[in-house]
């Protein structure tokens, strides 16, 4: 027998076992929605009169993930294994009732791909013009959740964020770290020699500063509410490019005339998941709060003293005027550890014997992808 023939004989034997593989993949799949039904019919038969049912549990499936990375084997790498476990999740979720999760738009922007790393793509996701306009829609109950920006690697704290925080009173339900890779963007019609504006958010014209100071000089940069509203532009001129991710490229249909130009290779940007439901212990969480203090000599030490006497691990510190009063500063805070943990509850007493004010703002999973 020649070669070749061994060789086709040795493919179609692995082509028969794939598509063996496959069928049982598909039923166990099938059996894993199956019970998810079986979990909504159970909830909504065991619900007291009046009472909502719960079906997205963030403290479940971060123990989930987590435990399908440890197990995993190979070759495909921990992320790619969990994010195919997450779209499973995401779809078999659906079937009990389909998520709505708000983001600051419009479509195409790193806050919708934050809502889809997150919940998976089978969620109805619904784009806002700012991120008041995301907790609100979260506090009207018009949504399930909300996704803001909270902070990146390059620029530091959305500050929008962090005063809606003051005004609204939501819940951190959990995190999402993304990677933000940038794109210099153009349409079918830009004359690529002939570019004389390029548009983008402001936070990402900043993010790759030195590399436009080296390749587009003396081009206009124009700042605009979104890079997707950047991407939106470019589709319509001839003489503009815009800075903008792989959502919005693919959304408007440009080309990549330069790719990942972002001046730090570990650019990211972290973003919140907001709702109104408090997540139990996982075992590995963060929580989030907001400490107002009066302007003194002092007040910063005396507020950190208990972190250090406890041993908690402070991972943030964002200070901003407080709305509640003249000379008082919010001091937003990250930390690890869960509220409920002993440990952590007498750091919380002891910071609220001293603070004019202490808000939780939740505890909830670290970053599992």
């Known amino acids: 027998m020649s070669n070749d023939a061994n060789t086709d004989q040795a493919l179609q034997a692995l082509r028969l076992r794939i598509d063996s593989l496959d069928e049982k993949i598909l039923e166990l799949i099938s059996d894993r929605a199956r019970c998810a039904e079986e979990v909504a019919r159970v909830k909504m038969a065991t619900l007291a ?16 993930l987590k435990r399908v990375m440890e197990r995993n084997r190979g070759p495909l790498g921990n992320e790619d294994m969990a994010r ?124 790759c500063r030195k590399w436009l100071d080296a390749h587009y000089p003396n081009v206009e940069r124009v700042a605009v509410s979104s890079n997707a509203d950047a991407a939106r532009r470019v589709k319509s001129e001839w003489n503009s490019a815009a800075i903008a991710g792989d959502m919005a490229a693919n959304l408007y249909d440009l080309t990549r005339l330069a790719e990942k130009i972002e001046d730090r290779p570990d650019n990211s940007t972290r973003f919140l998941i907001i709702g109104n439901q408090e997540v139990p212990p996982t ?66 007493e002891k910071i609220n014997g001293e603070a004019v004010a202490l808000k939780v703002l939740g505890s909830y999973p670290k970053a599992v992808l």
């Open 84 to 207: 195919l476990f997450r779209e499973i999740m995401s779809s078999c979720l659906a079937l009990e009732n389909p998520l709505k999760v708000a983001y600051l738009g419009p479509e195409g922007t790193f806050s919708q791909a934050a809502a889809m790393k997150h919940f998976g793509h089978a969620v109805i996701s619904q784009p806002m013009a700012a991120i008041d306009e995301v907790f609100r829609e979260v506090v009207a109950g018009a949504v399930n959740f909300g996704v803001v920006p909270v902070e990146n690697s390059t620029e530091g704290a959305v500050n929008h964020t962090l005063d809606s925080f003051l005004e609204h009173d939501l819940v951190i339900c959990g995190e999402v770290e993304l990677r933000i890779h940038h794109h210099l963007l153009v349409g079918d019609a830009t004359k690529t020699d002939r570019i004389t504006r390029i548009y983008s958010h402001a936070q990402s014209l900043a993010q």
């Open 283 to 348: 075992g590995d969480d963060k929580t989030s709060v907001i400490v107002s203090m009066r302007n003194k000599p002092g007040a910063l030490h005396e507020l950190l003293v208990p972190f250090h006497q406890n041993g908690i691990d402070l991972t943030r510190i964002e200070t901003r005027p407080s709305r509640s009063g003249k000379w008082t500063y919010a001091f937003f805070i990250d930390f690890v550890g869960h509220h409920r943990d002993p440990l952590i509850k007498d750091v919380l």
């Open 49 to 64: 009169e009046g009472e909502v049912p719960v079906f997205y549990r963030p403290e479940r499936e971060a123990q989930v």
